[in-house]
């Protein structure tokens, strides 16, 4: 029983793992906003609702492995 709860901590802190990955994809996804507006101040209208939905596509990476952390940790 105790090999089977040692699993389950494992493979949650491994689905986990998924969260840093999304955390550094949002990073890059905003530092190339940032980067696109310094070139290019008046395509902000242009590349604003781009980097919303890339910021949300990211962010279900994330809430993802959170989920898939929770469901190996309490199934």
Do not use: D, H
Not at 10 to 30: D, K, R, T
Not at 45 to 60: L, R, Y
């Amino acid at each position: 029983m105790e090999l089977v709860a040692a699993a389950k901590f494992i493979g949650a802190g491994l689905a986990a793992i998924g969260m840093i990955g999304a955390g550094i994809g949002v990073g890059n996804v905003w530092a190339s906003y940032i980067g696109a507006l310094a070139r290019n101040p008046a395509a902000k209208e242009e590349i604003g609702a781009s980097i919303w939905i890339g910021f949300a596509v990211t962010e279900a990476i994330a809430l993802f492995a959170l989920i898939v952390a929770l469901i190996s940790l309490f199934a």
